[in-house]
Nanobody
Framework: QVQLVESGGGLVQAGGSLRLSCAAS????????MGWFRQAPGKEREFVAR???????LYADSVKGRFSISRDNVKNTGYLQMNSLRPEDTALYYC??????????????WGQGIQVTVSS
């Protein structure tokens, strides 16, 4: 069993940066892929980024070159560095673990979500 807790969200102006953290409990976390997803009001949850247990990364086209996903398996923590933020990045951001690819339905464990709001 893995529990995930996000932190680091908030309000930022367009062009600014935020770093989200995802603290995980359970030693199994280091063997799982970890993903970040987001959901804006009235929209379906969408893929943002993924990092495998080997460190291989994958990004949505909308965030490529602006966001960077990483993980520290010693600290059992994942990160999402978000730069050059845009108003359209505003959403509830979730970290997830134990999944394949970019479909949120494939992930087993989820955090409670954290709000990111980008003002224009």
């Amino acid at each position: 069993q893995v529990q995930l807790v996000e932190s680091g969200g908030g309000l930022v102006q367009a062009g600014g940066s935020l770093r989200l953290s995802c603290a995980a409990s359970g030693r199994a976390f280091r063997t799982y892929a970890m993903g970040w997803f987001r959901q804006a009001p009235g929209k379906e949850r969408e893929f943002v980024a993924r990092i495998g247990w080997t460190g291989i990364t994958l990004y949505a086209d909308s965030v490529k070159g602006r966001f960077s996903i990483s993980r520290d398996n010693v600290k059992n923590t994942g990160y999402l560095q978000m730069n050059s933020l845009r108003p359209e990045d505003t959403a509830l951001y979730y970290c997830a673990a134990d999944g394949r690819g970019t479909n949120y339905r494939d992930y087993t464990y989820w955090g409670q979500g954290i709000q990111v709001t980008v003002s224009s």
